[in-house]
């Protein structure tokens, strides 16, 4: 099995760019797609990025991922920040072996 | 627009078995391309993925849950249903019913709460 570590916290000001990185424990981080989902207080969540950097209808643009091989990590970007981001967000991944992981989380907090 | 919503007790006793249903609505559980899962959040910690199951009827669950945990589908009802047995109040958790286009989650219920206690 493998895990996904995410920090526990981010902060950055409103306008300004954050990224949220999630590093893969075992295996290579490129063999198996990478989600990204945000979750505001009180609220189910909600997918922002999906197959490593897509994104569903009505996401905007502002939010972006990606996959860095080198260290074995993704990463989840949002410019333009607004106090509608902040919220907790978690990376989710999967394996033959254990269809999905998700990382423990970070809190995103837009001061 | 597909909408997923979550039934069944709020508390459960230690030791009993939880049963949650998932009732789909605006689509079809009988549809090929989605896989039908369940997902669960104690509270304020993070999330655990129980499960999944096609309409098929075929199933892959959580490892560190394999043993405890039963899902079904009734296409008649377009439901599908979780069994968890032997709960303790490590299983105290908001649960999650999700629709899922095989790799990742576009359709969220909005969770039910279970606490376990006597």
């Known amino acids: 099995n493998f895990m996904l570590t995410q920090p526990h916290s981010v902060s950055e000001s409103p306008g300004k760019t954050v990224t949220i990185s999630c590093t893969r424990s075992s295996g290579t981080i490129a063999s198996n797609y990478v989600q990204w989902y945000q979750q505001r207080p009180g609220s189910s969540p909600t997918t922002v990025i999906y197959?490593?950097?897509?994104?569903p209808s009505g996401v905007p643009d502002r939010f972006s991922g990606s996959i860095d091989s080198s260290s074995n990590s993704a990463s989840l970007t949002i410019s333009g920040l607004t106090p509608e981001d902040e919220a907790v967000y978690y990376c989710?991944?999967?394996?033959?072996?254990?269809?999905?992981?998700f990382g423990g989380g970070t809190r995103l907090t837009v001061l | 627009q597909v909408q997923l919503q979550e039934s069944g007790p709020g508390l459960v006793k230690p030791s009993q078995t939880l049963s949650l249903t998932c009732t789909v609505s605006g689509g079809s559980i009988t549809s090929t391309t989605y896989y039908w899962s369940w997902i669960r959040q104690p509270a304020g910690k993070g999330l655990e993925w129980i499960g999944r199951?096609?309409?098929?009827?075929?199933?892959h669950y959580n490892p560190s849950l394999k043993s405890r945990v039963t899902m079904s589908i009734d296409t008649s009802k377009n439901q599908f249903s979780l069994k968890l047995q032997s709960m303790t109040s490590a299983d105290a958790a908001v649960y999650y019913c999700a629709r899922v286009p095989i790799t990742w989650i576009d359709v969220w219920g909005k969770g039910t709460s279970v606490t376990v206690s006597s």
């Open positions: 989710q991944s999967y394996d033959s072996s254990i269809p999905w992981v």
């Open positions: 197959e490593d950097n897509q994104r």
């Open positions: 199951i096609y309409t098929s009827g075929s199933t």
